[in-house]
């Protein structure tokens, strides 16, 4: 079993709302990831957590707030976007960090920021 | 910009072999992978080579590794419309830092 799973698969929000973005897996990985991905473009690292704690913030606004409650959960919470902020919200996972550990995808999340 | 580069639209025909190719830049760079992405989907690992490596084949899919070049290449053998997505080629670099291509659109016509 190689899934990560992310919910909700779609969500709208207005540029005053708070909302979050939920990120599951169950395979014991101690790596996870959240990545933006552009229509027509590459996926770009935001966040890096290894054993629940913060690894690397690629410079992500404020306005972006990532929280790994548990070694199997990671969230992304969201306040006072912009609509240059939609776009597909790709969580990952993988054993650790070691280099030779292969990074698995959710199926993202598609925000749409109105 | 990207440090890994790819041709950013291939069309074969069904039944055909198809090659997207794939360059980067940092020698350092150990694993390098191969994503498929279909319309409104996440990423789909394929496959993937250590840089010890030439060649590494899975059923239709054969990856072929140019260290001197800095080249790789997907092959994908009898290629179905079901293949028709973007492939993301990746580079893992010593720092662990994954860099991906802007992906390559294959589009297969019956």
């Known amino acids: 079993d190689t899934e990560v799973t992310q919910t909700p698969k779609h969500l709208v929000m207005g540029m005053t709302n708070k909302k979050s973005l939920k990120c599951e897996q169950h395979?014991?990985?101690?790596?996870m990831y959240w990545y933006k991905q552009k229509a027509k473009k590459p996926p770009e690292l935001m966040f890096v957590?290894?054993?629940?704690?913060?690894?690397i913030n690629e410079s992500v606004p404020s306005r972006f707030s990532p929280e790994c409650p548990n070694s199997s959960l990671l969230n992304l919470h969201l306040h006072a976007l912009q609509p240059e902020d939609s776009a597909l919200y790709l969580c990952?996972?993988?054993?650790?960090?070691?280099?030779?550990?292969?990074?698995?995808f959710g199926e993202g999340s598609w925000l749409t920021v109105v | 910009g990207e440090d890994v580069e790819q041709s950013l639209f291939l069309s074969v025909r069904e039944g055909d072999s198809s090659v997207i190719n794939c360059t980067y830049t940092?020698?350092?760079?150990?694993?390098l992978y191969w994503y498929k992405q279909e319309p409104g989907a996440g990423l789909q690992l394929l496959t993937y080579?250590?840089?010890?490596?030439d060649m590494k084949q899975d059923q239709r899919l054969t990856v072929l590794l140019n260290k001197k070049d800095k080249h790789l290449s997907l092959r994908i053998a009898d290629t179905q419309t079901g293949d028709s997505a973007i492939y993301f080629c990746?580079?893992?670099?010593?720092?662990?830092?994954?860099?991906f291509g802007a992906g390559t659109r294959l589009t297969v016509k019956p």
């Open positions: 395979m014991g990985h101690r790596a």
């Open positions: 990952a996972s993988s054993q650790d960090r070691a280099l030779g550990n292969t990074i698995y």
């Open positions: 990746a580079e893992k670099r010593n720092n662990n830092d994954m860099r």
């Open positions: 940092d020698s350092s760079s150990t694993y």
């Open positions: 957590y290894s054993y629940e704690k913060l690894s």
């Open positions: 080579i250590f840089s010890n490596m």
